[in-house]
Antibody
């Protein structure tokens, strides 16, 4: 069974940094493309960014609102996905979901974690 | 900036059929955008329903179907049930590693 478990959420001041982790199990993590999707309180889903498998180049892409501030990385030895968030703004307050991505000719978010809440407030 | 449009809300009677749509602020949605659909109930993570326009995800009942209708992607629920009352989101792949979600449709079954 695929499991994605996010951790590291919490309260941070504007301008601060936070690192989220996603522990993956039940599939071959090193072969998987992974993504982060967020949801502000009472709002809709917003794609944050994606990282390809190292076999496919390990490249990252980001949504415009987070580009240059957020960094997605992966540790295939630990089956862990990370999201480093810097220069946080109040509008980054959201539940952050870790997802698997089926790429190539499918391009969708297959499995979802339960989410981690990040609150940016003074 | 590309905006993906969805109806903010919709209602359907139990046993009825409803079609939710997913459009683009400029242009038409086609299969090349790989439209996918997700269901979310309050406090829960999203659940994948449909991908690549019309392929049901594992375990999704066949009363859910996806298609292209005119210039939009569409999610049709046939024989709606009370537990279909949820928020529904579509997402389009724009290419270049970029996805955009629609604003979501709140479906009421009453």
């Amino acid at each position: 069974e695929v499991q994605l478990v996010e951790s590291g959420g919490g309260l941070v001041q504007p301008g601060g940094s936070l690192r989220l982790s996603c522990a993956a199990s039940g599939f071959t993590f090193s072969n998987a493309w992974m993504s982060w999707v967020r949801q502000a309180p009472g709002k809709g889903l917003e794609w944050v960014g994606r990282i390809k498998s190292k076999t496919d180049g390990g490249t990252t892409d980001y949504a415009a609102p987070v580009k240059g501030r957020f960094t997605i990385s992966r540790d295939d030895s630990e089956n862990t996905l990370s999201l480093q968030m810097n220069s946080l703004k109040t509008e980054d307050t959201a539940v952050y979901y870790c997802t698997t991505v089926r790429g190539s000719n499918l391009q969708y978010f297959q499995h979802w974690g339960q989410g981690a809440l990040v609150t940016v407030s003074s | 900036q590309t905006v993906v449009t969805q109806e903010p809300s919709f209602s359907v009677s139990p046993g009825g059929t409803v079609t939710l749509t997913c459009g683009l602020s400029s242009g038409s949605v086609s299969t090349t955008y790989y439209p996918s659909w997700y269901q979310q109930t309050p406090g829960q993570a999203p659940r994948t329903l449909i991908y690549s326009t019309n392929t049901r995800s594992s375990g999704v009942p066949d009363r859910f179907s996806g298609s292209i209708l005119g210039n939009k992607a569409a999610l049709t629920i046939t024989g709606a049930q009370a537990d279909d009352e949820s928020d529904y989101y579509c997402v389009l792949y724009l290419g270049g590693g970029i996805w955009v979600f629609g604003g979501g449709t709140k479906l009421t079954v009453l």
